[in-house]
T-cell receptor, first 113, second 114 residues
Framework: SQTIHQWPATLVQPVGSPLSLECTVE??????LYWYRQAAGRGLQLLFY??????ISSEVPQNLSASRPQDRQFILSSKKLLLSDSGFYLC????????????FGQGTRLTVV | DQQVKQNSPSLSVQEGRISILNCDYT??????FLWYKKYPAEGPTFLIS?????DKNEDGRFTVFLNKSAKHLSLHIVPSQPGDSAVYFC?????????????FGQGTRLTINP
């Protein structure tokens, strides 16, 4: 069966510090990978998605970047965090075929202070 | 531009009764719709989905209805149980090739009262 791992679960970082959140998927190959963010009281906003190694698409302009160095690894990064980067970050994967659901990790609560 | 809207931020229902959560969308290219359930500090879990070629899909206590002409879908939970208390997200996807991007609504917090 497929599983998705996301860490850390919580993170408190000072403004201006770097960020690296990691997500890995097991039990499947060539998944589509996604990073979402849920701001307080808001829905889930798609930040980045990837259909293959090294292929990253950004949905919204922001202070963050994403990379996919391996087939089942997706990393969310920032060189210098802003207060507005605080939120709940979720990694997800889906099969590459149409009409399939996405499966989410447990999320990372990021607080920038 | 909010393409998927859940206009009710919260809903309170008596245990055993029916819970109805609503969702509207604006993008006519959406052809696959999903409902997710989310507990605090956890990732959303998939509940049920429906393709645009159908108007109803049922899975146990959960039924999703789709009205394409009205661009509206709803999730019915019957009977409602205390464990159903969570935030429910509606999501929609364009069933094209490549990335299957999900667009989410803002969520509805469902509270089931004993």
């Amino acid at each position: 069966s497929q599983t998705i791992h996301q860490w850390p679960a919580t993170l408190v970082q000072p403004v201006g510090s770097p960020l690296s959140l990691e997500c890995t998927v097991e039990g499947t190959s060539n998944p589509n990978l996604y990073w979402y963010r849920q701001a307080a009281g808001r829905g889930l906003q798609l930040l980045f998605y990837s259909v293959g190694i090294g292929q990253i698409s950004s949905e919204v302009p922001q202070n963050l970047s994403a990379s996919r160095p391996q087939d089942r690894q997706f990393i969310l990064s920032s060189k210098k965090l802003l207060l507005s980067d605080s939120g709940f970050y979720l990694c997800a994967w889906s099969h590459g075929r149409p009409n399939t659901e996405a499966f989410f990790g447990q999320g990372t609560r990021l607080t920038v202070v | 531009d909010q393409q998927v809207k859940q206009n009710s931020p919260s809903l309170s229902v008596q245990e055993g009764r029916i819970s109805i959560l609503n969702c509207d969308y604006t993008n006519s290219m959406f052809d696959y719709f999903l409902w997710y359930k989310k507990y605090p500090a956890e990732g959303p879990t998939f509940l049920i989905s429906i393709s645009s070629i159908k108007d109803k899909n049922e899975d146990g206590r959960f039924t999703v209805f789709l009205n394409k002409s009205a661009k509206h879908l709803s999730l019915h939970i019957v009977p409602s149980q205390p464990g159903d208390s969570a935030v429910y997200f509606c999501a929609a996807r364009e069933g094209s090739r490549g990335a299957q991007k999900l667009v989410f609504g803002q969520g509805t917090r469902l509270t089931i009262n004993p």
